[in-house]
């Protein structure tokens, strides 16, 4: 029989009828508030008002303990990033290493990872680095705003890998104004470099932002992604992380993910759920972040 696994983080409320999430089972936490010098033309930082504002590195631990205290598995670290494409972690690097010794899974989002930042993390003791993975030049320079190349975010990657981090790659499918421009190479990026787990997301049109009404990725152009995933990474678990449109066509693509042989879900609708069981799987659910295997 074959597993699979629905995460359901408490940062979102979930009830499918078969299974009901906890408030605060898994927080996302911002290291510099509201604030974000990218201001990347698919977020332009409206994502981290749904965070927890935490900018001094005492007040982190002081909220990971009142977290643990209410029954918190985990969090993730992230914030805006600086003008180098960088989350600035490196004051928050011995709070968040106490953070991980309260027992919590810490899920770091660093941006464009340095190799001093790689160290400070491992000596941290965080469970998962979540990197971005970009594999076309000009949707870094034109929606990130960043002067890098996919090569930059390769070697981000594998600057992960040899600081002993344990990594799970993130593909925003359709990143470019809903076109497929290197969600291919991304995927060979994760071949040559490896990682522990692969999420694969999809843009999420944001109101108020220049891509709020850009056209979702056809469906047969994510359907080849995922086979494409699955084939290149047959021993890499793969999720269909949370990022993703709204409505049916969220749940058509939860569909291609099982089909494609994925591992996991992230807030599977019901009918998802059904199909996954009538498909022969067994089924378990996980309030935490999809990134941890």
Not at 5 to 17: A, K, S
Not at 126 to 149: E, F, S
Not at 157 to 175: C, F
């Amino acid at each position: 029989m074959r597993n699979i696994v629905f995460y359901v983080p408490g940062t979102r409320y979930y009830d499918n009828g078969l299974y009901q999430n906890h408030a605060n089972s898994f927080v996302n936490i911002s290291l510099t508030g509201a604030a974000c010098e990218c201001r990347c033309e698919h977020c332009q930082g409206k994502l981290l008002n749904s965070m927890i504002s935490v900018t001094e590195p005492e007040k982190l631990v002081e909220l990971a303990k009142n977290l643990r205290k209410q029954g918190c598995q985990g969090v993730l670290i992230s914030g805006g990033a600086c003008a180098d494409g960088s989350v600035p972690l490196r004051p928050f690097a011995k709070a968040i290493e106490q953070v991980a010794a309260l027992g919590l899974a810490v899920v770091v989002h660093p941006g464009v990872l340095s190799d001093d930042t790689a160290h400070l993390l491992a000596g941290a003791n965080i469970t998962r680095v979540a990197l971005d993975l970009i594999g076309d030049d000009d949707t870094i320079r034109n929606v990130y705003h960043l002067p890098y190349t996919s090569a930059d975010y390769q070697i981000s990657l594998r600057t992960a890998r040899h600081a002993g981090l344990k990594t799970s790659p993130h593909i925003v499918i359709g990143l470019h104004y809903g076109e497929i421009r290197g969600e291919f190479k991304a995927l060979d990026m994760v071949a040559a470099e490896g990682a522990d787990s692969l999420i694969l997301v999809l843009l999420n049109p944001l109101k108020n932002t220049p891509m709020s009404n850009v056209t979702f990725p056809p469906l047969y152009a994510v359907r080849e992604i995922f086979r494409q995933a699955r084939k290149l990474l047959p021993d890499i678990p793969i999720a269909l992380g949370c990022a993703r449109p709204p409505g049916h066509y969220s749940r058509s693509v939860e569909l291609l993910a099982i089909d494609a042989g994925f591992n996991a879900i992230a807030y599977p609708a019901r009918e998802t759920v059904d199909y996954a069981s009538s498909c022969g799987y067994k089924i378990a659910y996980q309030e935490m972040c999809c990134g941890i295997f």
